[in-house]
């Protein structure tokens, strides 16, 4: 069965740091690879997806993830943060074609102290 | 609509009753999905129906939820006799399967509240 493990419930970084969101996943064959954002009060938003190609993707906001198929992983990645990036991260992984369910992580709960 | 849609937004229900809940999903998205999501918890995936194909129940947590697509259209989430346990957001999500892949668009949810 696919899943997804995002071992940090919760991150706080200073303003301007850099970030990374941990991210492993259990999937038997190719996965498609997701991180959605969810800030306060709002829906879902994805930020990037990994399907094939390049295993470094770029996302809104400034995010990028890199795929590691050794290492299992799809961690996120910010060079600077800023406070409104402060909100949950949630990494996801589903089938290829399309035709596979999506399976979420727990979340990471992001906070940015000035 | 542009967006998925899903009402009611914000339903407050006394513990027993039976609730409905409804998903308009984005035109031309065959896939639909309810995920669950709980105060300080991840999203718990539900049920999943594409096209025509029997649904994905496995994450369905009891037999007093169930959920149609009538159509391949609109969904309901029925929950009966409701307990305070059930009191979630309920995330009502489709898929686009163009090209660029299956990107998951959400609803804003029903916030339920058994009281």
């Known amino acids: 069965a696919q899943s997804v493990t995002q071992p940090d419930i919760h991150i706080t970084v200073s303003e301007g740091a850099s970030l990374e969101l941990r991210c492993n996943y259990s999937?038997?064959?190719?996965?498609?690879l997701f991180w959605y954002v969810q800030s306060p009060g709002q829906g879902l938003q994805l930020l990037l997806k990994y399907f094939s190609g390049d295993t470094l993707v770029q996302g809104i906001k400034g995010f990028e993830a890199e795929f590691k198929r050794s290492q299992s992983s799809f961690n996120l990645r910010k060079p600077s943060v800023h406070w409104s990036d402060a909100a949950e991260y949630f990494c996801a992984v589903g089938g290829p074609g399309g035709y596979q369910k999506v399976t979420f992580g727990t979340g990471t709960k992001l906070q940015v102290i000035p | 609509g542009a967006g998925v849609s899903q009402s009611p937004s914000n339903k407050v229900t006394e513990k027993g009753k039976d609730v409905e809940l409804r998903c308009d999903p984005i035109?031309?998205?065959?896939?639909l999905y309810w995920y669950r999501q709980s105060l300080g918890q991840g999203l718990e995936f539900l049920i999943y129906f594409q096209g025509n194909s029997a649904p994905d129940k496995s994450g369905l947590p009891s037999d007093r939820f169930s959920a149609e697509r009538t159509g391949g259209s609109v969904s309901t989430l029925t929950i009966q006799r409701t307990q305070q346990e059930d009191s979630a957001v309920y995330l009502c999500?489709?898929?686009?399967?163009?090209?660029?892949?299956?990107?998951?668009?959400f609803g804003e949810g029903s916030w339920l509240t058994v009281v």
């Open positions: 999500a489709t898929v686009d399967r163009g090209d660029s892949g299956n990107t998951i668009y």
């Open positions: 035109s031309g998205h065959t896939a």
């Open positions: 999937y038997g064959a190719t996965p498609y």
